[in-house]
């Protein structure tokens, strides 16, 4: 299966925000449709298609910025569609998301937030080398992978 990430267009706009989590999976994450505006106000934010075999069936964005001397990464959003979990996609559209984001000159830190109520994503981004270190002003988890030679 061949997965690739592209931009979100005026072509395939439709189709991303129709995508669709299974009903208990949608309290944990905003919509496609909220995501995409977010990204037309902040140009750090990018949105991206996740296609498998040509077929849509995901979305993610991330968000690249500077804080406290240190470049940093946060995964902001990444849903697969209902119809195409347990697939294995959701792995593999992550690594070629992650393979993005450490492409970026002077990266140390990429982040992840997630709710600590939901089953699936500890192992699932702990199996990815997310470490978890503590949760944000929203109760969220907040994950991340180090890079480099900053650990502080």
């Known amino acids: 299966m ?7 267009t005026y072509d395939n706009f439709d189709a991303v925000v ?3 989590l299974l009903k208990h999976q949608e ?3 905003a919509s496609n449709c909220y995501s995409i ?10 949105p991206r298609a996740i296609y498998a075999d040509q077929e849509l069936v995901g979305f993610l964005m991330y968000h690249t910025f500077d804080c ?6 946060g995964i902001h959003r990444f849903m697969i569609d209902q119809r195409h979990q347990g697939k294995g996609i959701g792995r593999c559209a992550m ?3 992650l393979a ?11 982040t992840i937030c997630y709710h600590p109520d939901n089953p699936l994503a500890k192992p ?3 199996s990815l080398g997310f470490i978890e270190v503590g949760i944000d002003e929203e109760g969220e988890m907040i994950a991340e992978i180090r890079i480099g030679q900053d650990h502080d």
């Open 37 to 46: 505006a977010q990204s037309k106000f902040d140009p750090d934010y990018q």
């Open 95 to 97: 690594e070629s998301v």
């Open 27 to 29: 309290d944990y994450l």
């Open 124 to 126: 699932f981004y702990a």
């Open 68 to 73: 406290d001397v240190r470049h940093q990464t």
């Open 18 to 20: 129709e995508l669709q």
């Open 100 to 110: 993005e984001i450490k492409s970026a000159a002077q990266l140390q830190r990429i």
């Open 2 to 8: 061949e997965i690739q990430l592209r931009a979100v």
